[in-house]
């Protein structure tokens, strides 16, 4: 039987886990190098703003809640080609749905950023 790793050497594993599958995203991506790019632009923006503690929120989890979900369709379609590397109309029905999420979380962003930064023109 295998000796199981203690609990703190197996949570440093998973974050250096995670940390890795961040990179893989941010390298190879292009729509998260895209979304990288809007996140930084609205934060110089938030600091040149001074917005309120309530609206650096509300774009904080904006950021982040669209590059997760951006993670989570990259690797959807990861799974579905390797499953089913030619083309199938349920993969493509299940990378539409995954890229459809992004899609509505980048709608959202859109709209809070509009709220946040217009009334500041």
Not at 2 to 26: C, D, H, T, W
């Amino acid at each position: 039987m295998q000796k199981k790793e203690p609990f703190i050497i197996n949570r440093l594993k998973s974050v250096g886990y995670a940390f890795k599958g961040m990179l893989i995203l941010i390298k190879t991506e292009a729509s998260i190098k895209i979304q990288l790019f809007i996140a930084i632009v609205v934060t110089i923006a938030g600091f040149y703003f001074e917005i309120s503690k309530t609206e650096w929120m509300a774009q904080i989890t904006m950021i982040g809640l669209v590059m997760s979900i951006e993670g989570v369709n990259t690797a959807i379609e990861y799974i579905a080609d390797f499953v089913h590397p030619e083309h199938h109309h349920k993969i493509g029905l299940i990378k539409d749905v995954a890229a459809g999420a992004v899609f509505i979380a980048s709608i959202i962003a859109v709209i809070i950023s509009g709220i946040i930064y217009l009334p500041k023109f």
